[in-house]
């Protein structure tokens, strides 16, 4: 068998056991954001960008959400203030919570996306690995990680520098898992919420793929509720 499918199995195995906890935290704050008219917010810096449009835009997942979208797809993540720059032009309500990924937790613009949505009244849901960042100094000057801000941290377990498999004859580990344990994280995070609201009497508004007949027309209607607030940063 490929090695990597041992890795990912293991890496599973792992979130399963220790992240319920923080699962279950993180969907109680989507839940009771939704339930309350808020939308669900997402952002990730170069490659966590592909975990950021996870749970965004996308079939079965919740119509009331977006993606902040960095522009530069991180290329200015490690300056102090582009963060800060970028949240000018973002909507964030206080209802609203904001789903950081970052798997170092170290750079500024994640950093920054997590401390102005907190200011302006929103909660935060980090994705991160704590035991890679923990050994790593934050490069904004707050001197804090994420993982020391947010409000729930979905710990994604993966190792320092990500990569997860070591071959001999290279000097260097391949094999990123960040990725896959943040979808795993981020969708049973959506699969608890959902559940929540459906205890409280609410059917969450979810989209139906478009690829499916009536799929088009099922997201129109629904959409246009949320229209406002999810076709702009």
């Known amino acids: ?17 220790t992240q319920n906890e923080s699962i279950e935290a993180a969907a109680g704050l989507i839940s009771e954001s939704i339930l309350s008219g808020g939308i669900l917010q997402s952002f990730g810096c170069g490659h966590s960008y592909g ?6 835009a996308r079939a079965g997942g919740l119509i009331p959400s977006k993606c902040l979208r960095d522009p530069a797809y991180g290329a200015y993540e490690h300056i102090e203030g582009v963060g800060t720059h970028f949240l000018k032009k973002a909507e964030i309500a206080p209802e609203d919570v904001v789903v950081v990924i970052s798997n170092s937790g170290r750079n500024p613009m994640p950093i920054e ?4 949505a907190q200011e302006r009244g929103a909660k935060v849901i980090a994705v991160t690995s704590v035991s890679a960042s923990s050994l790593l100094s934050s490069k904004h000057s707050s001197g804090k990680r994420l993982y020391e801000i947010a409000d729930v941290v979905l710990d994604n ?7 997860a498999v ?6 260097s580990p391949i094999c990123g898992v960040s990725s896959i344990s943040a979808a795993i994280l981020l969708q049973c995070t959506m699969c608890r919420a959902c559940e ?23 997201n129109e209607k629904l959409t246009a509720k949320y229209f406002s607030r999810i076709y702009h940063i």
């Not at 975990?51 to 965004?56: K, L, Q």
């Not at 377990?157 to 990569?163: C, Q, S, Y």
């Open 196 to 218: 929540l609201m459906l205890g409280r009497g609410f059917e969450p508004p979810v989209y139906m793929s478009q690829n499916l007949d009536g799929g088009r027309e099922f």
């Open 113 to 116: 996306i997590a401390l102005g």
């Open 157 to 163: 377990r993966t190792p320092e520098g990500d990569a």
């Open 51 to 56: 975990s950021a449009i996870e749970i965004t």
């Open 1 to 17: 068998m490929n090695r990597f499918f041992g890795i990912v199995e293991g890496l599973v195995s792992e979130l399963e056991a």
């Open 166 to 171: 070591r071959l001999e004859g290279m000097s």
